[in-house]
């Protein structure tokens, strides 16, 4: 019984110290109901005459020691998790945040005009952008323009953008009056916004569209020109 009450008060002691919240109040020495010493538990055990206890006290593990072979096992497993910043996470929809725009090139042809709408990922992560922006023009007064966004029939890819990597959707619209129009307003700035977000960028946009304001756009598609 003996030999039982002071392994039970050496495990004990054992837990506390493996405990980083409870080691300090558990070994503090003034603490009230202090462990006891280490001489008064060699003499506890000495009297219960139970030869090699004190060589298993003295080879025992420090607490909270890992068995042989965890330290290696730990080290292998973080040097197979290492790597990039991206690794083992799933690669998330581009946010509106994380998104900077600006329209390229405009190809100028019978009244016609054609440009990509080019939008980088300017983060330090990974994302994906799908499917179609939306667009309202904006004049040089900052009045919002009759804008009518016009989704032509292809299909959308899911486009995977790495950081600094850029997609592209492309605008079409005409500067030839029509119907009754005798001007077409002037725009001077455009509101993009991304895919699936509500938040939107602002860039700037000189043309006049007519037709009713109206503007055709495909899908994001991979690269940066038409």
């Known amino acids: 019984m003996a030999l039982s009450t002071v392994m039970a008060g050496v495990l004990m002691a054992s837990a506390a110290c493996g405990s980083p919240a409870s080691s300090e109040r558990s070994v503090t020495p003034a603490a009230e109901g202090a462990l006891p010493r280490t001489a008064s538990v060699n003499a506890r055990l000495a009297d219960a005459n139970v030869s090699g206890v004190d060589t298993r006290l003295t080879d025992a593990k420090p607490a909270g020691a890992k068995p042989a072979g965890v330290d290696a096992r730990l080290a292998g497993s973080k040097a197979a998790g290492s790597g990039s ?121 000189t043309a006049a569209v007519c037709d009713d304001g109206r503007l055709d756009i495909t899908p994001m598609a991979p690269g940066t020109r038409l």
Do not use: K
């Open 85 to 205: 910043s991206g690794a083992g996470t799933a690669v998330e929809r581009c946010r509106t945040g994380a998104l900077a725009a600006r329209v390229g090139a405009v190809d100028a042809g019978a009244g016609q005009r054609y440009a990509p709408l080019v939008i980088t990922n300017r983060s330090a992560r990974a994302c994906w952008v799908y499917g179609f922006v939306g667009l309202i023009m904006i004049d040089r007064n900052g009045d919002a323009l009759r804008t009518r966004t016009r989704r032509e029939s292809v299909q959308p890819h899911r486009v995977t953008l790495r950081p600094g990597a850029g997609a592209h959707a492309r605008i079409h619209w005409t500067e030839v009056r029509s119907g009754r129009e005798t001007s077409c307003p002037a725009a001077a700035r455009l509101m993009i916004i991304p895919p699936d977000e509500v938040a939107h960028l602002e860039i700037p946009f």
